[in-house]
């Protein structure tokens, strides 16, 4: 009889129930969305910071210390030192391998071009270069990801392009160049004879930095006309990181200070400093150094903005189990006739709870799975419309959900509940 | 025939009003009694007394040998499911549940439910054809009759009914004064709570009730 009177309520208090579900679909739809947004934003936004630039800078280990201790950036020490090329596709190999998003390597040189007084730095680089890694995998990487924010007329060249050279918006305008025209570029190798190259302006790029006041060309004519061939004078990295924390400080200073334990936690998390240890694991002679500011801006960032986050989630859950809530009390205060007639006709207080409950829970999770359904595409549609980007789904959202359709229906109910259980059936069925 | 309920000076207070005083009332099994009175008499607090659906302020109450008067809620609770029928004037009855389940909710409550008992007191009602009708598609008088069905399923020692046609038209007030007569022959206690002078003309015994107080009792006239 308790099954039939659950079906009968079930089937033939459609509307009702029907409410009921929906308010807590509604509900627990935004609470699924808010959720999964939140847990995914802290990768949301940090793919959006590595938009704005690199957070680790790898250079040669002896150039590196001559930098930190003198701050010297050029001359003898500084500019003999390289990283090797071939070696390159292995900070693709690391622990954290799915945490670099992008790198470019780079090689800087003075030319002398032909029309121009002053000499002129060139940069070699990657633009997009296609790595097949050690591991089977390939990757594409270079500097048309790394600094998208870059405004380029016309279009990025290719690292095949042997005869073509970007220049930079602040060198065109001084020089009146523009896309299309010829350069004469003259160099002195590393053996102290002169090279030629003729080049032509595939595009002018705006970087809003000092490469605007120079030239882009592909990493290989660089090398061959600086006779460098394999050598590269500092890499900038890309990678997804952790916000750092006292032991990612510490272990920044020194790794070597932590304990064993405490290694293994620094290791295995995706701080910038962890990160920047294993490329020094991989690149021979190298220092990846990471670049404090970015990684401290962007862990502030982050911090600030799971917060936000988080408080418009608990906020979103208080407004969605008030509604609700207030929704499944109002539910059980309409049935006082009818609970009046239950203790009138001898049913206990448990026996009376349990079919109110059961009803109520059985409206609620139907809710609470629709609910949870449309919350996926809401989530979506929110990082799509935000981060232009998929939320991913976490699975840890389900538990979290089950227990507020538990929590709230339970918390809505047993107040109500307890309250009709209280009253004699004599106050309800005639008013005394 | 021995008394199936006595009500020895019960009095009933709420807050400062009187609704019941000194009443003494002894029904024998079998006895069809009215009680009458007009509004505000104490019937229905009466009523609820008889029902064990409210504990008298003073006085002892006596149902079927058992002094129930002292008795906690809970043991209430179990005489009320295993020796009272309950009909009511507004139904009351489960609006999601169809005739016949509405019955076996009060075997379910009492005992078990059993689908072929209910569906045979339907038909002692005549609604054996509306057995798979829920209430909303009841006319009054059938859903009153339903009402009895329901009060008569667990064998009751006494059938308490509060103003039973008082929603009722004349036909359909004849059709469920029948089933009372029919219920009394075969040896039913009933009680009628009611102030019409024409339901109370039924019964075998008038008790009347004015400002609280006992008036009269045996008078069948209206």
Same mark, same amino acid.
């Not at chain 2, 103003?163 to 009722?168: F, I, S």
């Given at each position: 009889m308790f099954f039939r009177m659950i079906f009968g309520a079930v089937t033939r208090q459609k509307q009702k129930l029907l409410i009921m579900a929906c308010t807590m679909a509604l509900g627990i739809s935004l609470a699924t969305a808010m959720l999964n947004v939140m847990l995914d934003v802290g990768d949301k936004v940090n793919q959006e910071l590595k938009t704005y630039g690199a957070n680790i800078m790898v250079e040669p280990r002896g150039a590196s210390i001559l930098s930190d201790l003198?701050?010297?950036?050029?001359?003898s020490g500084v500019n003999d030192k390289f990283l090797r090329e071939?070696?390159?596709?292995r900070i693709k190999t690391i622990f954290w391998a799915f945490n670099i998003l992008d790198f470019t390597p780079y090689l800087d040189i003075k030319v002398s071009v032909k029309g121009v007084s002053e000499q002129v730095t060139m940069l070699g680089t990657w633009f997009s270069k296609h790595l097949d890694l050690p591991t089977g995998e390939s990757v594409d990487v270079g500097i048309k990801n790394l600094k998208s924010w870059w405004d380029i007329k016309n279009s990025w060249m290719e690292d @095949? +392009?042997?005869h073509g050279v970007m220049v930079g918006a602040t060198f065109a305008a001084k020089n009146k160049l523009k896309e299309g025209d010829s350069l004469e570029i003259t160099a002195t190798d590393a053996n102290g004879g002169v090279q030629k190259l003729d080049v032509t302006i595939r595009a002018v790029y705006y970087?809003?930095?000092? @490469? +605007?006041d120079g030239i882009l060309a592909p990493l290989a004519t660089v090398q061959r006309i600086a006779g460098?061939?394999?050598?590269?004078r500092r890499v900038e990295v890309s990678a997804l990181t952790t916000p750092e924390n006292d032991l990612a400080k510490r272990a920044a200073q020194n790794?070597?200070?932590?304990?064993h334990d405490e290694w293994e936690i620094w290791y295995c998390t995706a701080y910038v400093s962890a990160i920047a240890y294993q490329i020094d694991e991989v690149l021979t002679d190298s220092r990846a150094k990471p670049v404090l500011q970015v990684a401290a801006s962007e862990g502030s960032i982050l911090e600030k903005t799971q917060l936000l986050m988080l408080l418009l989630t608990i906020l979103s859950l208080a407004c969605s189990a008030l509604a609700i809530s207030n929704l499944v009390t109002a539910n059980v205060m309409e049935r006082s006739t009818e609970i009046g007639l239950l203790k009138a006709l001898g049913a206990s207080d448990g026996e009376i709870s349990l079919v109110v409950l059961t009803e109520m829970l059985f409206a609620t999770i139907v809710g609470g799975i629709i609910g949870y359904v449309c919350g996926l595409g809401l989530a979506q549609v929110i990082g799509h419309t935000v981060f232009d980007a998929a939320v991913d789904l976490k699975l840890l959202v389900i538990p979290i959900i089950a227990l507020l359709v538990f929590v709230v229906t339970l918390g809505g109910s047993l107040p109500a509940i307890h309250m009709l259980l209280r009253l004699k059936p004599t106050e309800v069925l005639h008013g005394n | 025939m021995a008394n199936i309920l006595e009500l020895q000076d019960v009095c009933m207070t709420f807050g400062q009003v009187k609704?019941?005083?000194?009443i003494n009332l002894s029904v024998r099994e079998g006895e069809w009694v009215a009680i009458m009175g007009s509004s505000g008499s104490g019937k229905t607090t009466m009523m609820n007394i008889i029902g064990c659906m409210n504990k008298a302020t003073s006085g002892t109450v006596i149902l079927d040998g058992e002094k129930?008067?002292?008795?906690?809620a809970k043991d209430l609770t179990a005489i009320r499911r295993d020796k009272i029928g309950l009909i009511f004037q507004q139904f009351f009855?489960?609006?999601?549940?169809t005739a016949v389940e509405n019955i076996m909710v009060a075997q379910y409550y009492h005992s078990m439910a059993d689908e072929q008992e209910a569906l045979e007191a339907l038909e002692r009602v005549g609604l054996g054809h509306r057995a798979r009708h829920l209430p909303r598609q009841l006319s009054g008088g059938e859903q009153q009759r339903l009402c009895i069905a329901r009060a008569l399923i667990n064998h009751p020692k006494i059938i308490l009914a509060d103003?039973?046609?008082?929603?009722?038209d004349e036909a359909n007030q004849n059709a469920v004064m029948d089933i009372f007569h029919q219920l009394h022959k075969q040896g039913s206690t009933i009680i009628v709570v009611t102030h019409s002078p024409d339901v109370g003309s039924h019964a075998d015994r008038i008790v009347r009730l004015e400002f609280g107080h006992m008036v009269s009792d045996g008078e069948k006239k209206a």
């Open positions: 003198y701050g010297m950036t050029e001359g071939e070696e390159l596709p @095949e +392009d042997e970087a809003g930095d000092n @490469e +605007d460098l061939e394999g050598k590269v790794p070597h200070s932590l304990s | 609704a019941l005083q000194d129930i008067s002292r008795l906690n009855l489960i609006s999601y549940l103003e039973p046609t008082g929603n009722l």
